[in-house]
C-alpha cells in the first residue's frame, strides 16, 4: 500500500510538472503576472523605433514590404529620417556607410523573403569591412510558421556564417532586449553585421493581429473550442507585457585593447629600430578613438605609414609621413612592419611581401585575422589581439620625443615623387581613344575641394583612381573592402551624403559596376542627396578582361557598349554631362559645371569617355 502511494505521488507530481511546463510553454504563467492590453492602438514597430532612437539612430534605409510597414511609420513619427532605396541590398550599403562614418550602428529594414534574400552580398560585404550594421526583417507571423505564409522562409540559417548574432523575436516584450543586445554585439569585439527578424504578429496591433490570427473557424464542437483557446492565449502571449518600461539605454561595447606592457614591448622595438613602416588598415577607423585623435597621434610618432581602406585620407591630403607607391619596395627594406588593423590576406599577398629579415608587430581586434596565413607566409614577433587606433595613441605617448631616422622617411618620399612624376609622364600621353583615364583622375585630383568624400565602385578605373586621386581627410575614402564587391556605389554615397550634407561626394565608378546601382539616382533625386558619379566609361568589364584576353584569348562576356549612362541620368531626374567624346565640351569645364550643379542641390552623372592605358597592367584581376 504505501509503495503504491509512493508511486501515486511520484505519477501526481510527474502529471503536475508536465501541467506546469506545459502552462509556461503557453506563457499561461508569464500572463498571471503580466497583463495584455486588448484596448491597447500600439504596436511593436514603435518599440523599435524607440530603442533605435535611444541608440543615437537619426536615419535608416528601406525598401517598403508589408511585413514592416509598423517600423517605418513609427519611425517617420519618431523624427527618425527612413530613406527608401530602389534595392534592397542599397539600404544595407548605405546603412554600412553610416556606420564607418559616423561611428554609430547602421540600420536597414527590409521585408520578408525576398527583402531579405536580396540583401545577402551586401552583408556579407560588411562582415568582411567588419561593418556595425543592423539588418531588420520582416517575417511571416509565428503562428503560421510552417504553413506555407507568403514569403516564410528560413532567414536565420540564411544569415549563419554572415552575422554575428541572429535573433527571431518571439513576442512584443523580447523586442526591445532583443535589439539592445543585438546593437551592442554588432559593436563590439570584431564589429560586424546582425540580423533580427521580426515576425508580423510583433509588429502589429493587437486588435489587427487577433482578428487575424486569433480566430478559428474549424467546424463546431470541441475541436473548434480547443483551437479557439489556442490561438486566443497565443496571441495573448505575444502581446502579454508588450508595453511596460524597459530600459532602451545602448548597453556597453566591449573592446579589446593591447596591455601596457604590449605597448612598451612595441615602443622599445620602434626606438631601435632604423627602417620602420607602419601599414594601417580600415579597422584603424574604429571607434572609439575619434580618427582626428588617431591623425594627432600617427604625425607625433612620425612612422611613414601606408594607408589602405577605410585608413585611406586619415593624414590628409599631402602629409610627408604618408608614402603612396612603392609598398613593395618599402616592406623589402623594413626593419620593422606595424600592421595597424592591416591583415595578411590578398592584399599583402597573403604576408609574403613581408621580408624575412623584418620584424613584425601585427595588432588587430579579431585574432583570426590578426595570424591570417602567419603559419605559413610569415611570422609576427608581437601578436596583439587589440584596437589599432588606441594601441596607436598609446605607442605615440609612450614615444614621446622620438623621432624617426631622417634618411629613411627622405628615401621614402623620393621614391613616391618618382613614381608620382612618371604618372604624370603616363597621364599625358594620348589614349587610343577619347580620354586618357589618368589624366581625367590628375584633372579631377586638382578641382576637388577639402571637403570631399570619395567613394570607389569598379574596376581598374577606380583602382587607377586610388593611386591617383588623393583623399583629402579621415574618412574621406569609402571603398568595399576585402569582398570587393562590384555595386556599392549608390548606397555608399547616399550613406554618406547623409552623414555629411556639406560634403562633396563623389563616386568613382566603372562603366560595368554602375550598372548595378544606377537606379539609385531616382533615390537621389527624391532624397535631396545631390551627388556626383564620375563614370570611367571604356565601354568594357576591363580589369576581367585585361587577363582574360591575355590568358585564355577571349573577351566573352567583358564587352560593353559606350552608353549614354548621362541620359539614363537625366531620365532620373538629375543631371548628366558627358565628356571625352570629339565634339565634348572641355573636361575641366564639365567637372566645374557638374560640382555646381550639385552645389546647387541636383544630383550629377557625368559618363567620362575613356580610353585603354597600360597603368594597371599585371596588377591582381580575378
Ligand atoms: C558583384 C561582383 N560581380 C563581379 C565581380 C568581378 N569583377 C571585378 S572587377 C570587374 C570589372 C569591373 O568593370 P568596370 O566597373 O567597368 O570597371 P573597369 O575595370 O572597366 O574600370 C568585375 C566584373 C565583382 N568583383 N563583384
Ligand atoms: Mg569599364
Redesign the pocket.
Known sequence: MDALGGFACACAGLVLLLLLAAAHRLGLLYQLRHKVDPKSSRHGGELVAEVLRAHGVRCLFALAGGHVSPVLVACEKLGLRVVDTRHEATAVFAADAVARLSGRIGVAVVTAGPGVTNTV?AVKNAQMAESPVLLLGGAAATLQRGRGALQEIDQLSLFKTLCKRRTSVRAVRDIVPALRQAIATAQSGTPGPVFVELPLDVLYPFHVVEKELGQATSPGGLRRSLVHWYLRNYVHNLFAGAWEPRDMTPLPVQVPLATAEQVQQVAELVSRASKPLVLLGSQATLPPTPVEELRAALEALGLPCYLGGMARGLLGKASALHVRQNRRDALRQADLVILAGTVCDFRLSYGRVLSRRSTVVAVNRDRAQLLRNSDVFWKPRLAVQGDAASFLVKLSQSLCGYSCPREWLEGLQEGDRRKEAANREKAAEPASAHLNPLALLHRLDALLPDDCLLVA??????ATAAYVVRPRAPLGWLDPGAF????VGGGFALGAKLCRPEAEVWIL??????G?SVMEFDTFVRHKTPVIALV?N?A?????SREQVALLGSNVACG?EYTDYHAVAEGLGAKGFVVGSDAGEGLDAVLRAAQATCHQGRPVLVNALIGKSDFRQGSI?V
Request: glycine share 26%; aromatic share 14%.
Open positions: 552580398t565602385d569598379g574596376g581598374d578605373f577606380v570587393g564587391t562590384l555595386g565608378y566603372g562603366d560595368g559596376s554602375l548595378y570611367g571604356d568594357c568589364w576591363s580589369q576581367i560593353l584581376s
